[in-house]
Antibody, heavy 118, light 106 residues
C-alpha cells in the first residue's frame, strides 16, 4: 500500500521560506510524477508543481518564481520550498503521486496545515 | 493559462442523478479527472481519463468529456456522496483544477 506523509513546520513567518518534505512508503520514488498541491482554508485545490523521478520539474506559472521542488531518491522523499511567503500562502499542503499525467493523482498524503504569521 | 470552470453548488435528492459539469476551451481534446473530497479528508480520484473508474469506486460514478465540457454523473445518489468535487485537466504539461462544486444531497 502506497503511503505519502508530509512533514515540516506548521508556522512560517512572512517573507521567509516554507519548506516541506513528503516521505513515500510502499513504493519506490524512482518512478512516476510527484506533486505538491495546496488548499487555503475553505477554498479549492491549487496545483503547485511536480517533479518527475528523473529530476525534471514543472510548476504552476502563478507560483513559478517562488517554487522549488527537489527529490532525494536515497531517502524516498521529495521536497517543496516556497520563498517569500505571505498570509496568502496559508493553506493545507498535500503531496500526491501520479503514475501518468493523464491518470490523475492516485495517492495523496493526509495534508499538513502551514500558517504564515508573525 | 488554461482554466476550467465548475458550478459552485449542485443539489440532488437521494436516489436521483447528480450531474456536475466542468467547462474549458476544447476540454474534450484533453483528459479530465474528477476528485471527491469530504470535510477534513484528502481528495480521492473517482474518475480518470474521462471515463475510467479506479478500483473501489462505485459503479454509480461515471464520466464523459466532449467539446468544451466534461461531466461527472452520479446515478442513484446516496447521502454518503455529499462532498466537494473537483475536476482536473492536464494542459501544457501542467495540472489545472476547477474551483470545485459542493454537492448537497437533500
Amino acid at each position: 500500500q502506497v503511503q505519502l506523509q508530509e512533514s515540516g513546520p506548521g508556522l512560517v513567518k512572512p517573507s521567509e521560506t516554507l519548506s516541506l518534505t513528503c516521505t513515500v512508503s510502499g513504493d519506490s520514488i524512482s518512478s512516476y510524477y510527484w506533486n505538491w498541491i495546496r488548499q487555503p482554508p475553505g477554498k479549492g485545490l491549487e496545483w503547485i508543481g511536480y517533479i518527475y523521478y528523473s529530476g525534471s520539474t514543472n510548476y504552476n506559472p502563478s507560483l513559478k518564481s517562488r517554487v522549488t521542488i527537489s527529490i532525494d531518491t536515497s531517502k524516498n522523499q521529495f521536497s517543496l520550498k516556497l520563498s517569500s511567503v505571505t498570509a496568502a500562502d496559508t493553506a493545507v499542503y498535500y503531496c500526491a503521486r501520479s503514475i501518468v499525467a493523464t491518470m490523475g493523482l492516485d495517492y495523496w498524503g493526509q495534508g499538513t496545515l502551514v500558517t504564515v504569521s508573525s | 493559462s488554461y482554466e476550467v470552470t465548475q458550478p459552485p453548488s449542485v443539489s440532488v435528492s437521494p436516489g436521483q442523478t447528480a450531474t456536475i459539469t466542468c467547462s474549458g476551451d476544447k476540454l474534450g481534446d484533453k483528459y479530465a479527472c474528477w476528485y471527491q473530497q469530504k470535510p477534513g479528508q484528502s481528495p480521492v480520484v473517482v474518475i480518470y481519463q474521462d471515463t475510467k473508474r479506479p478500483s473501489g469506486i462505485p459503479e454509480r460514478f461515471s464520466g464523459s468529456n466532449s467539446g468544451n465540457t466534461a461531466t461527472l454523473t452520479i446515478s442513484g445518489t446516496q447521502a454518503m456522496d455529499e462532498a466537494d468535487y473537483y475536476c482536473q485537466a492536464w494542459a501544457s504539461s501542467t495540472v489545472v483544477f476547477g474551483g470545485g462544486t459542493k454537492l448537497t444531497v437533500l
